[in-house]
């Protein structure tokens, strides 16, 4: 699913919040020091973060807002204890999702525990940025 996919059918399954400035998605790539995904820079373009539900497991999912993922992988001690990966948000608990940047992008799309953090734990959730929005899916009250 593209970002402009995404952004036309969000309504009922994605908290949105204000997009991330040019100046903001600028400072992400300088200080992160990777060529990030096109997709997901054009998603803070136009939604800078937000949260919704997903059809697979961890079934939550909230994307960082552009000004913290530099600060919160810093800050979570991310380059040294999963290297290669890149933090970009949270389940709202106890895992984050990264983008596994030791291959080629598209980069997958993987959630790592934050204990114990370490690659051995980290689960694929989606081959790219694009197929993990494909995943977000209305709330629903069914268990699951």
């Given at each position: ?10 309504e ?23 060529r ?9 373009s ?25 600060g ?73």
């Amino acid at each position: 699913m593209t970002v402009t996919e995404f952004i036309a059918t969000f309504e009922g399954k994605w908290s949105r919040v204000t997009p991330a400035s040019t100046v903001a998605i600028t400072a992400l790539v300088d200080r992160s020091g990777l060529r990030l995904p096109a997709d997901y820079l054009e998603f803070l373009s136009r939604t800078n973060g937000g949260a919704g539900f997903l059809d697979v497991q961890p079934c939550y999912l909230r994307i960082w807002a552009a000004e913290e993922v530099v600060g919160n992988n810093h800050d979570y001690q991310m380059p040294e204890y999963v290297p290669g990966f890149i933090g970009f948000g949270d389940a709202g608990g106890g895992e984050f999702f990264a983008f596994d940047t030791r291959s080629p992008q598209p980069w997958r799309v993987v959630s790592i525990p934050f204990v114990p953090m370490e690659e051995a734990s980290a689960r694929l959730v989606a081959s790219s940025f694009s197929e993990l929005l494909g995943h977000v899916t209305p709330p629903t009250d069914e268990p699951t």
